[in-house]
C-alpha cells in the first residue's frame, strides 16, 4: 500500500525551530519528487516546497523562503522541513505529498499523507 | 506567487452541471499545462482530481472533467451529487520547480 505518514509537529513558540519528518512506503521513493503543502485551520492549501528526485532542483514559497529547508534521504525514504524563525502564520496543518511524475517536478500531487499540525504560539 | 483566483463558492442541484474556474497569470496557468484539481472532504486530505488539465487518475469518475484557455483554466462536474459536496483545489506549476494553489471553492449541493 502506497502510504506517507508524517511526524513532527506539536506546539512551538514563535522565532523557535522545528523539524518535520515523512515516511514513505509502498513505491520507489527516489523515482519522484516531494513535496510540503500546509493548511491553516479553517482556510485553504499552500504549496510550501518541493524537492525533485534527487534534490537537484528545489522549490520554495515566498512566504517560507530562507526560513526553512526541504531535504530528502533516499537511503531511507524519507522527507524533512526544517523550519526556523516561526511564526504565528505559520500555524497549519502540514501534509507531505507525492509528485506523480518520475525524474521530474509537475506540481501535481497524487498521493497525501494525513498530516502533522504545527502551532506556533506564546 | 500570488493564489489563483476561485470563486469562493458555486451551488447546484442534483443531476445540474457545474463550472469552477481557477484564474492565474501567463507564468503559471498560461504557460504550463501542469495545472492540477483537488477535491477536499471536511477533516480529510485532499484528493487527486484531474492533472495536466483534462486527465483523470484511474478511479475518478468520468463526470469530472477540465479545459484550460489562456490564463483560466476550468473543472467541470457533470451530474451533480451529493458526495460531491466538498471544497475543490486548482493547482498549477508555475516554474523553478515553484507551485501555486488557487483559493478554493466551496460546492454547495442543493
Known amino acids: 500500500e502506497v502510504q506517507l505518514v508524517e511526524s513532527g509537529g506539536g506546539l512551538v513558540q514563535p522565532g523557535r525551530s522545528l523539524r518535520l519528518s515523512c515516511a514513505a512506503s509502498?513505491?520507489?521513493?527516489?523515482?519522484?519528487?516531494m513535496h510540503w503543502v500546509r493548511q491553516a485551520p479553517g482556510k485553504g492549501l499552500e504549496w510550501v516546497s518541493g524537492i525533485s528526485w534527487n534534490s537537484g532542483s528545489i522549490g520554495y514559497a515566498d512566504s517560507v523562503k530562507g526560513r526553512f529547508t526541504i531535504s530528502r534521504d533516499n537511503a531511507k525514504n524519507s522527507l524533512y522541513l526544517q523550519m526556523n524563525s516561526l511564526r504565528a502564520e505559520d500555524t497549519a496543518l502540514y501534509y507531505c505529498a507525492k509528485d506523480l511524475a518520475t525524474t521530474v517536478t509537475t506540481t501535481v500531487f497524487d498521493i497525501w499523507g494525513q498530516g502533522t499540525m504545527v502551532t506556533v504560539s506564546s | 506567487q500570488s493564489a489563483l483566483t476561485q470563486p469562493a463558492s458555486v451551488s447546484g442541484s442534483p443531476g445540474q452541471s457545474i463550472t469552477i474556474s481557477c484564474t492565474g497569470t501567463?507564468?503559471?496557468?498560461?504557460?504550463?499545462?501542469?495545472v492540477s484539481w483537488y477535491q477536499q472532504h471536511p477533516g480529510k486530505a485532499p484528493k487527486l482530481m484531474i492533472y495536466e488539465v483534462s486527465k483523470r487518475p484511474s478511479g475518478v469518475s468520468n463526470r469530472f472533467s477540465g479545459s484550460k484557455s489562456g490564463n483560466t483554466a476550468s473543472l467541470t462536474i457533470s451530474g451533480l451529487q451529493a458526495e460531491d459536496e466538498a471544497d475543490y483545489y486548482c493547482c498549477s506549476y508555475a516554474g523553478s520547480s515553484v507551485g501555486v494553489f488557487g483559493t478554493g471553492t466551496k460546492v454547495t449541493v442543493l
Open positions: 509502498g513505491f520507489t521513493f527516489d523515482d519522484y519528487a
Open positions: 501567463s507564468s503559471d496557468v498560461g504557460s504550463y499545462n501542469l
